[in-house]
């Protein structure tokens, strides 16, 4: 019997862990201005728990790879309605184009926020995240 309980205590400590969906959207343009060369879109719903790392990444494009953490803003019970995400973008060399302000990217659940918009060397990066929880 104790052997029972102590596995639903573990099992009961997993149900307290909120799972993240993010819909994310990458554009990436190559090119930009009059001559347009190159529109590449992926567009992904991902789930993840606070901390998981996600990597996304286009063929011959960007990568995208972050990881959520919960923020308190206000006083509340539960997961937070806030998430900080943490996290870089590469060019298709894997160099890395920019890094992911932590102080700005914070993403208010069931909202949809543009974490980038970089434009310049003949290219266009936009990244869109939209946040639900589970």
Avoid at 17 to 29: D, G, M, P, R
Avoid at 41 to 56: M, T
Wanted: aromatic share 10%.
């Amino acid at each position: 019997m104790k052997k029972l309980a102590t596995l639903f205590c573990f099992l009961w400590s997993f149900s307290a862990y909120a799972i993240i969906n993010f819909s994310v959207s990458i554009v990436y343009e190559l090119g930009t201005g009059e001559n347009m060369v190159l529109r590449s879109e992926l567009h992904s719903i991902e789930q993840a728990f606070e901390g998981k790392k996600i990597l996304l990444k286009m063929q011959e494009g960007v990568s995208f790879s972050f990881f959520p953490k919960f923020i308190k803003l206000e006083e509340t019970q539960g997961p937070s309605a806030h998430i900080k995400l943490n996290g870089e973008v590469f060019d298709y060399q894997n160099r890395l184009i920019q890094a992911l302000e932590p102080d700005n990217d914070i993403v208010k659940i069931g909202e949809s926020k543009e974490v980038l918009n970089l434009l310049g060397e003949g290219r266009r990066v936009e990244i869109q995240v939209q946040v639900d929880i589970e």
